[in-house]
T-cell receptor, first 114, second 111 residues
């Protein structure tokens, strides 16, 4: 009963390094999304995908790339990490049937950029 | 993006007390959700609301979708120590692919 699995759980990067945060779900959900959570703020949507091969931008997409080659996986890429990207990143998924289905979240990746 | 104002930011209560928190939006939402987040974990869904005026319960938790569609509240009755955590509201407008989150209410319960 894995649900949404995120790896790694923690990561420290230097400014300018690249990194891929992994997200996998085993619920055959069509919709997947990435959020960042900063202190004192709610989760903000970075990118989302409504199915394999389809991605779109959320509220705060700059500095991040995504792709969706399979239903199960939705990786988030930082091409050149910046200190402003220090945050906790959450991946979520939901069934695509019924546009208002609630999302299921992973346990997060805590990322620090030095 | 859409703004969600969640209040209060934090609460310190005694075990057994009732708790109320609310969320207001600058625009109309079609869905309101309430999540709880424990330290080191992702948010977990508590209650989902889909119709204006809807009142839904989940054990000691009750939430309502405001009739203006711009607000929602969550009540917790007879709080217990395991209620400690951060509670988030989230809303979904006409674009079903985008969810917007409030900044959270941090709940502390003294035994």
């Amino acid at each position: 009963n894995a649900g949404v699995t995120q790896t790694p759980k923690f990561q420290v990067l230097k400014t300018g390094q690249s990194m891929t945060l992994q997200c996998a779900q085993d619920m055959n959900h069509e919709y997947m999304s990435w959020y960042r959570q900063d202190p004192g703020m709610g989760l903000r949507l970075i990118h989302y995908s409504v199915g394999a091969g389809i991605t779109d931008q959320g509220e705060v997409p700059n500095g991040y790339n995504v792709s969706r080659s399979t239903t199960e996986d939705f990786p988030l890429r930082l091409l050149s990490a910046a200190p402003s990207q220090t945050s906790v990143y959450f991946c979520a998924s939901r069934s695509g049937q019924g546009g208002n289905q609630p999302q299921h979240f992973g346990d997060g990746t805590r990322l620090s950029i030095l | 993006g859409q703004q969600l104002n969640q209040s209060p930011q934090s609460m310190f209560i005694q075990e057994g007390e009732d708790v109320s928190m609310n969320c207001t939006s600058s625009s109309i939402f079609n869905t309101w959700l309430w999540y709880k987040q424990d330290p080191g974990e992702g948010p977990v869904l508590l209650i989902a609301l889909y119709k204006a005026g809807e009142l839904t319960s989940n054990g000691r938790l009750t939430a309502q979708f405001g009739i203006t569609r711009k607000d929602s509240f969550l009540n917790i009755s007879a709080s217990i120590p395991s209620d400690v955590g951060i509670y988030f509201c989230a809303g979904q407008g006409d674009n079903f692919n985008k969810f917007y989150f409030g900044s959270g209410t941090k709940l502390n319960v003294k035994p």
